[in-house]
């Protein structure tokens, strides 16, 4: 089975770079999403690792290191838009739905 | 494009009484996805499709809920009879071939009284 666990909440200031670490237990997995969701909306698409390493996306990156069972996305010079929670989550092998961590809210202050 | 249209948005309904959600995934997607959110269990697949063919269904609570995909346009998720347990948001979602981008829904906030 997946088990993906996140912290659950994480506070930072605006301009500052934040890290949110995903730790997983898995069998197998195709690689590692990254989905934001703000209050009262839907989860929206950030990025994803289907290798090891890093991955950019303007403010954003994400990091993979299977060797570890391990990752983590990246937020940099933080906005108060930032805020809401994030959740990484997996594809099992021979399964196209995703297994989602319990998420972690982000919370920026001024 | 108008995106992953779901609707009711807001359900208020009463225990025991049907409770129908409905899904328009993006156009030309052929995986369909429904998922269950709530505090206590976090985000939670239910069942998904492909190409209107229910793959896995191994998240449906119980016999009470049941999905329908009569077409690549549509689908639905029925709750009969309907329990204050099932209080939650449910989302759908469409991605497309081997793409690993889902898109959501707005997600249907179902409260069971």
């Known amino acids: 089975g997946q088990s993906l666990e996140q912290p659950s909440e994480v506070t930072a200031v605006e301009g500052a770079i934040v890290q949110i670490n995903c730790t997983y237990q898995?069998?197998?997995?195709?690689?590692l999403s990254w989905y934001q969701q703000h209050d009262g909306g839907a989860p929206t698409f950030l990025s994803y690792n289907g290798l090891d390493g890093l991955e950019e996306t303007g403010r954003f990156s994400s990091f993979l290191s299977r060797s570890d069972s391990y990752g983590y996305l990246l937020l940099q010079e933080l906005q108060m838009k930032d805020s809401a929670s994030y959740f990484c989550?997996?594809?099992?092998?021979?399964?196209?739905?995703?297994?989602f961590g319990s998420g972690t809210r982000l919370q920026v202050q001024p | 494009d108008a995106g992953v249209i779901q609707s009711p948005r807001h359900e208020v309904t009463e225990m025991g009484q049907e409770v129908t959600l409905r899904c328009k995934p993006i156009s030309g997607h052929d995986y369909l996805f429904w998922y269950r959110q709530t505090m206590m269990r976090g985000l939670e697949l239910l069942i998904y499709f492909n190409n209107n063919v229910p793959i896995d269904d191994s998240g449906m609570p119980e016999d009470r809920f049941s999905a329908k995909m009569p077409n690549a346009s549509f689908s639905t998720l029925k709750i009969q009879p309907s329990e204050p347990r099932d209080s939650a948001v449910y989302f759908c979602?469409?991605?497309?071939?081997?793409?690993?981008?889902?898109?959501f829904g707005p997600g249907t906030r179902l409260l069971v009284l």
């Open positions: 898995t069998s197998g997995f195709y690689g």
């Open positions: 989550a997996v594809r099992p092998p021979g399964r196209r739905a995703l297994t």
């Open positions: 979602a469409s991605s497309l071939g081997q793409g690993e981008t889902q898109y």
